[in-house]
């Protein structure tokens, strides 16, 4: 970006502090946790991508002719349970989230480094429990538990001097909201497993009809969980996305508080929600009116963030570096997503297309469309910050592209298939729906392109990338105002911080600014 | 499949399809209004505001509170309109209509099984006649179904355990074969769970009925079931039995022990049966004395016992009901 590039890469910082894999495994730095978490996470989503890629060449045909029904249900099981358990849930939290938070807040480290490194233990415990389900969630479930109880610790605590709540970035909010989800959900999803552990082993009845149990009750606490664990999911990509928002136009984000409370109010607003999962259930039709008004009270914030992002280009200096395609790509198929939603909340249209396609198209555009562009745009925007490296811009913006078609191609035509009627998770389907199905394959052939490019030219980069200035985009951050890539202790002096957050004076200040303060202490 | 008007929709073959389409078209028209929106924006925005040098750095502009509430306010406002028309539809589709001809559906893994009043059976195959009602009167013996006929635009979860029967309805209003789904995962054929509604116009029905080799009305069988079970050794006529008359009991309102007041309809019959310690009529001792036929008869069974405790009903006329779902 940057033609006469001087950079130079820092003698000593978090990657080079000390080698070997003890220093790795045994690491309490958050930075070094949030790469081993991309590790893990990466592994995983290629295993949920490769089970999506055999349920996509099965659904090629009416029949159910490539796998049997018995593997085919086990396949949709394990890409569901894969894809959000073990990559978007930690995702943007446990990789950006636990390298950015005590970066953007000035502070050394997380709350708890010990309690982050015993996280991504139990995470990678959990993993290895994937074949007993049960146990694997349960696990993962803490780990979620005790990365957001760090979050919410260190976000309370562990502010520089100067960085009141409202000059926290607002991936920081985002963050903040997405962890007391996790916090105050996660429990009553272990309880739910127990519960289920308790009637195998013990049969106790619960669930279980046989047993005298209700299976509404199941999906009543699943739901409870899974429905903010969508939030989960996408809180956090909506901070990213403020933050390329407001670098990539050099613009304060236009209505920062809104922004910021919408998070929260999302937060609060979607644990009172879970019943518009169970409008066909037989639950009464007065709680299914009641779900569905508050599920329209919890698309406003969403579509306030929206409008915001979309205020803040107004007059800014807008720029179309890679993030921002990514930015521009989740803002469009969110708002796909979102307004798919208000379908889905209306109690009359929900009977019809509930447990169809139409679902199924509508939570990908969410978590897909929405959570993975967010995630990916953030690695790329930070990836001078984490690597000490620049990816090859020409090659991540046709890559964007890509996965923009393909996500489209892939998800769009589920939305016609459901209205015609074809239910999800369906191993063999009428013939009257394979053309949509077809056309569907073909653009999961185009995003999977999509989706490898980046691994190819990340890993590439850090050896070859052109070394990375502290602050190359620039952004405003106090991420920014140290090398790239940071020392093991994030900051040779405490920053102290006097602007607003986005504030942006000039170039030089912005871009410079920490270095200048770093060797002239007395600021 | 046939297809409506509008491509991507299936037939309009019920008296709600029309209206269930009339909000979605709402929400299509909607949904492009507002992403064209965004999307115009941005892209006015991305070309208008392009960064043209590389030390470029806006001014600032401050936040219109003014224009922060009229954004929240004015999609609230729009959503409360579909919220209103979606709840409307819901009433719509899920009250029941007093006058309807009774179809019993047994939902198993994985099968739909169907008994007509008159004693005919289907199997993955439902035959109704064309403009009138029909109430479903539906049980599972496993795990939850779901019965979803697209282009009815209805669905409804059969959900399996005590004191529930799923009552649903539809009218057909134009003839043809439509598909039946299963639209809840329940087990390695899930997908095979369908089968075809056929709706006949009226002369076409009645033949199709007559054809049919009915081993005798479904109350009818109810009657030998409950003389074979020996319920009428205490459900007597007379009032001089152990248990409470069942004559004029369906649809009437039945004081419990506890002072509550139930409605005796098709779930209450249904629990009562399997589990008669779950509501006891006031003036009976506690605990009941009579045993459970859990077990003893399925769930194809059950709906015979209850035809026939309908059909010595009180002749009030059909039970009505607001909800698709189940007993308390």
């Known amino acids: 970006m940057n033609p006469t590039n001087t950079a130079v890469y820092p003698k000593r910082h978090y990657l080079n502090v000390n080698y070997g894999i003890k220093s790795w495994l045994l690491t309490t730095d958050h930075k070094r946790i949030a790469l081993l978490y991309l590790l893990s996470i990466t592994f995983f989503f290629f295993v949920g991508g490769f089970f999506a890629t055999l349920i996509r060449l099965e659904l090629l045909t009416p029949k159910g002719d490539l796998v049997s029904s018995e593997t085919y249900n086990k396949l949709f099981s394990m890409h569901g349970i894969i894809m959000i358990f073990f990559f978007l849930i930690p995702s943007i939290p446990a990789v950006l989230g636990n390298f950015l938070i005590p970066l953007m807040v000035g502070a050394k480290d997380v709350a708890f480094p010990r309690l982050n490194l015993t996280?991504?233990?139990?995470?990678?415990?959990?993993?290895?429990?994937?074949?007993?389900?049960?146990?694997?969630?349960?696990?993962?479930?803490?780990?979620?538990?005790?990365?957001?109880?760090?979050?919410?610790?260190?976000?309370?605590?562990?502010?520089?001097?100067?960085?009141?709540w409202f000059r926290l970035p607002l991936f920081a909010w985002g963050i903040y909201a997405t962890s007391l989800i996790q916090v105050l959900g996660t429990p009553v999803l272990a309880i739910t497993l127990l519960l289920v552990a308790a009637e195998r082993l013990l049969h106790i009845g619960v669930f279980d009809p046989t047993y005298g149990g209700d299976p509404v009750l199941f999906q009543h606490l699943f739901w409870f969980y899974s429905h903010p664990a969508v939030y989960i999911m996408v809180l956090p990509s909506m901070g990213v996305v403020s933050e390329l928002v407001a670098t990539f136009t050099r613009h304060e984000i236009y209505g920062y508080k809104f922004v910021a409370f919408s998070s929260v109010a999302i937060a609060v607003l979607g644990?009172?929600?879970?019943?518009?999962?169970?409008?066909?259930?037989?639950?009464?039709?007065?709680?299914?009116?009641?779900?569905?008004?508050?599920?329209?009270?919890?698309?406003?914030?969403?579509a306030v963030k929206v409008f915001n992002w979309t205020a803040t280009l107004h007059k800014g200096s807008v720029s179309y570096q890679t993030p921002m395609l990514y930015a521009f790509g989740f803002v469009g198929l969110f708002t796909i997503g979102g307004m798919t939603g208000l379908f889905l909340a209306a109690l009359g249209i929900d009977i019809h297309v509930t447990d169809t396609y139409f679902v199924v198209a509508h939570?990908?555009?969410?978590?897909?469309?929405?959570?993975?562009?967010?995630?990916?745009?953030?690695?790329?925007?930070?990836?001078?910050?984490?690597?000490?490296?620049?990816?090859?811009?020409?090659?991540?913006?046709?890559?964007?592209?890509?996965?923009?078609?393909?996500?489209?191609?892939?998800?769009?035509?589920?939305?016609?298939?459901?209205?015609m009627g074809m239910p999800r998770r369906?191993?063999?389907?009428?013939?009257?729906?394979?053309?949509?199905?077809?056309?569907?394959?073909?653009?999961?052939?185009?995003?999977?392109?999509?989706?490898?490019?980046?691994?190819?030219?990340?890993?590439?980069?850090?050896?070859?990338?052109?070394?990375?200035?502290?602050?190359?985009?620039?952004?405003?951050?106090?991420?920014?105002?140290?090398?790239?890539?940071?020392?093991?202790?994030?900051?040779?002096?405490?920053?102290v911080v006097t602007r607003k957050p986005y504030e942006f004076p000039s170039i030089d200040e912005v871009r410079y600014g920490g270095q200048l303060r770093t060797q002239e202490p007395a600021v | 499949m046939k297809r409506s008007a509008f491509p991507f929709m299936p037939e309009e073959a019920s008296s709600v399809s029309g209206h269930v389409d009339a909000l979605f078209i709402f929400l299509v028209v909607l949904?492009?209004?507002?992403?064209?929106?965004?999307?115009?924006?941005?892209?006015?925005?991305?070309?208008?505001?392009?960064?043209?040098?590389?030390?470029?750095?806006?001014?600032?502009?401050?936040?219109?509170?003014?224009?922060?509430?009229?954004?929240?306010?004015?999609?609230?406002?729009?959503?409360?309109?579909?919220?209103?028309?979606?709840?409307?539809?819901?009433?719509?589709?899920?009250?029941?209509?007093?006058?309807?001809?009774?179809?019993?559906?047994?939902?198993?893994?994985?099968?739909?099984?169907?008994?007509?009043?008159?004693?005919?059976?289907?199997i993955n195959e439902l035959h109704v006649p064309l403009d009138r009602k029909v109430k479903l009167i539906m049980a599972s013996e496993d795990v939850i179904h779901s019965f979803f006929v697209p282009a009815f635009r209805i669905k409804y979860d059969v959900v399996p355990g005590q004191g529930r029967y799923t009552l649903g309805w539809f009218q057909a209003v134009k003839p043809g074969r439509y598909h039946l789904f299963c639209a809840e995962y329940c087990g390695t054929n899930h997908s095979l769970m369908g089968g075809w509604i056929v709706v006949l116009n009226r002369t076409d029905f009645q033949a199709w009925l007559s054809g049919g080799g009915s081993e005798g009305s479904l109350s009818s069988k109810g009657e030998k079931l409950f003389q074979q079970l020996a319920c009428n050794t205490c459900h007597r006529s007379d009032a001089q039995g152990r248990g409470p008359v069942l004559q004029g009991l369906y649809g009437s309102s039945v004081v419990l022990d506890n002072g509550e007041t139930v409605l005796a309809d098709?779930?209450?019959?249904?629990?009562?049966?399997?589990?008669?310690?779950?509501?006891?009529?006031?003036?009976?001792?506690?605990?009941?004395?009579?045993?459970?036929?859990?077990?003893?008869?399925?769930?194809?069974?059950?709906?015979?016992?209850?035809?026939?405790?309908?059909?010595i009903g009180s002749g009030q006329g059909a039970v009505e009901v607001t909800t698709s779902g189940t007993a308390p």
């Not at chain 1, 562009?373 to 046709?398: D, N, T, V």
């Not at chain 1, 190359?472 to 790239?484: D, H, I, V």
């Not at chain 2, 579909?82 to 409307?88: K, L, N, S």
């Open chain 1, 426 to 495: 369906y191993h063999a389907y009428p013939d009257e729906f394979q053309v949509l199905n077809v056309m569907s394959t073909a653009g999961a052939s185009i995003l999977a392109i999509g989706y490898v490019l980046p691994m190819v030219y990340l890993i590439w980069s850090m050896r070859y990338g052109p070394i990375a200035e502290w602050n190359p985009w620039p952004a405003t951050g106090l991420e920014w105002q140290t090398s790239s890539p940071p020392p093991p202790e994030n900051f040779e002096v405490t920053p």
């Open chain 1, 119 to 164: 996280s991504w233990y139990l995470f990678n415990f959990s993993n290895t429990n994937v074949a007993a389900t049960v146990i694997g969630i349960f696990i993962a479930g803490f780990s979620s538990i005790l990365t957001g109880l760090n979050f919410i610790v260190t976000i309370h605590s562990m502010r520089a001097p100067g960085m009141t």
């Open chain 2, 266 to 311: 098709e779930s209450y019959i249904h629990e009562s049966i399997l589990n008669p310690q779950a509501k006891v009529v006031a003036g009976f001792q506690r605990p009941s004395i009579m045993p459970t036929f859990r077990g003893l008869i399925d769930e194809e069974q059950l709906l015979q016992l209850v035809a026939y405790i309908k059909s």
């Open chain 1, 363 to 419: 939570f990908h555009y969410i978590m897909v469309g929405g959570a993975v562009m967010g995630y990916l745009g953030g690695i790329h925007y930070w990836w001078p910050k984490i690597s000490g490296r620049l990816y090859p811009e020409g090659w991540a913006r046709l890559s964007a592209l890509i996965v923009f078609v393909g996500f489209n191609l892939t998800f769009f035509p589920q939305f016609l298939l459901g209205y």
């Open chain 2, 31 to 122: 949904t492009i209004i507002i992403a064209v929106g965004i999307f115009g924006m941005e892209i006015y925005y991305f070309i208008k505001y392009r960064r043209r040098a590389v030390d470029e750095v806006p001014t600032t502009i401050r936040t219109s509170l003014r224009l922060e509430v009229a954004w929240t306010l004015i999609p609230f406002v729009i959503t409360m309109i579909i919220f209103v028309w979606g709840a409307r539809l819901y009433f719509e589709i899920y009250h029941s209509p007093t006058e309807a001809m009774d179809i019993y559906v047994t939902a198993k893994q994985w099968m739909w099984r169907f008994q007509h009043p008159g004693g005919q059976r289907e």
């Open chain 1, 271 to 302: 644990f009172l929600v879970w019943g518009h999962h169970m409008f066909v259930s037989g639950q009464s039709t007065y709680a299914s009116m009641v779900f569905s008004f508050l599920s329209y009270a919890v698309a406003i914030p969403s």
